[in-house]
């Protein structure tokens, strides 16, 4: 990874980093959950449920529409972001745009900087580093979520496969990154693994 890093030359690329920091961040920033919450007729996402802006608390609000379209365009956030970066400029934009879309997403300017949980950004950049590693983080994530019920297991086990899997296959730049993700991402669902012990957690599907 240190290697990788090296083979930047810092001296001209920074604008170029920040720039792509910069306009994931923003990407990463779309409420979509508010958004399609509204269209749905469903009011402000935030004061519904736990107040979250993320499909799970969409799914809350019985429009299941709205929960599969934010589910979705949450996770091409992460998706495009990574892309995007790539073909600026190799693995190294790949990883600064996916960090940006993912902090977008956790933290947006526009909702004061309060957003959504990070899951399915994650998931999306993921895939969009390993389409294979990604399948199965979606699988697992499934797999749990049918099996439990519980949408916060699922989603803090199978994001926390995928640095694992990147470390073994000894791609060690993305290993990183999804392993400063799944941290962020455990600590978004703090208040999650707390009811979880308690066995106070909402199954999915409830409102």
């Known amino acids: 990874m240190i290697e990788t890093l090296a083979l930047l030359s810092w001296a001209t690329a920074w604008p170029y980093v920040l720039?792509?920091?910069?306009?994931?961040?923003?990407?990463?920033?779309?409420?979509?959950?508010?958004?399609?919450?509204?269209?749905?007729?469903?009011g402000d996402i935030r004061k519904i449920g736990s107040g979250n802006i993320g499909a799970t608390n969409v799914l809350r609000t019985g429009k299941r529409w709205a929960a599969a379209a934010t589910l979705l365009c949450d996770g091409l956030k992460g998706f495009a972001a990574v892309i995007?970066?790539?073909?600026?400029?190799?693995?190294?934009?790949a990883v600064f745009a996916g960090l940006g879309a993912f902090i977008g997403h956790l933290y947006p300017v526009w909702l004061g900087f309060k957003g959504g949980k990070g899951v399915a950004t994650f998931i999306g950049i993921v895939l969009a580093l390993s389409p294979g590693i990604g399948l199965v983080v979606c699988t697992a994530w499934v797999g749990?979520?049918?099996?439990?019920r519980y949408s916060s297991l699922a989603a803090l086990v199978s994001t926390a496969l995928a640095p694992l899997f990147f470390l073994f296959f000894g791609k060690t730049l993305f290993a990183a990154?999804?392993?400063?993700?799944?941290?962020?991402?455990?600590?978004?669902?703090?208040a999650n693994i707390v009811r979880l012990i308690r066995g106070e957690e909402p199954r999915i599907g409830a409102r």
């Open 19 to 42: 720039a792509a920091l910069f306009f994931s961040y923003l990407l990463g920033s779309i409420p979509f959950g508010l958004i399609f919450a509204k269209l749905a007729g469903a």
């Open 84 to 93: 995007v970066g790539a073909n600026m400029g190799g693995q190294i934009f």
């Open 144 to 148: 749990f979520a049918q099996a439990f």
């Open 177 to 190: 990154l999804t392993f400063i993700l799944v941290v962020f991402v455990f600590k978004s669902h703090r």
